[in-house]
Nanobody, 120 residues
Framework: QVQLVESGGGLVQPGGSLRLSCAAS????????MGWYRQAPGKQREVVAS???????TYAESVKGRFTISMDNAKNTVYLQMNSLKFEDTAVYYC??????????????WGQGTQVTVSS
């Protein structure tokens, strides 16, 4: 079974920084895309950032210039560096891994989530 474990969340003041980590059970190279999602109370879960094994990245407009997604294949880990945090960044952040089979079927795997709270 694929397991994803997030860590690094916590309480931070506006303008502060946090780095989230997502450790996978096994090589992350078998996933086509990995990403970070977040869900705030009363809101839909949204994509924050994604990265392919080849290194292509995509960011939500709300976090461009502030967040950076990266991966360390040797450590089977994906990171989300969050800078200049705002109140609206408060949410539970989830790690996602997507794999496409040889038949073209997509499979998604999720971590348990880690809470990020931005408050003064």
């Amino acid at each position: 079974q694929v397991q994803l474990v997030e860590s690094g969340g916590g309480l931070v003041q506006p303008g502060g920084s946090l780095r989230l980590s997502c450790a996978a059970s096994g090589s992350i190279s078998r996933f086509n895309v990995m990403g970070w999602y977040r869900q705030a109370p009363g809101k839909q879960r949204e994509v924050v950032a994604s990265i392919t094994f080849g290194g292509s990245t995509t960011y939500a407009e709300s976090v461009k210039g502030r967040f950076t997604i990266s991966m360390d294949n040797a450590k089977n880990t994906v990171y989300l560096q969050m800078n200049s945090l705002k109140f609206e960044d408060t949410a539970v952040y989830y790690c996602n891994a997507r794999r496409k089979s040889v038949f073209g079927t997509l499979s998604d795997y999720w971590g348990q989530g880690t809470q990020v709270t931005v408050s003064s």
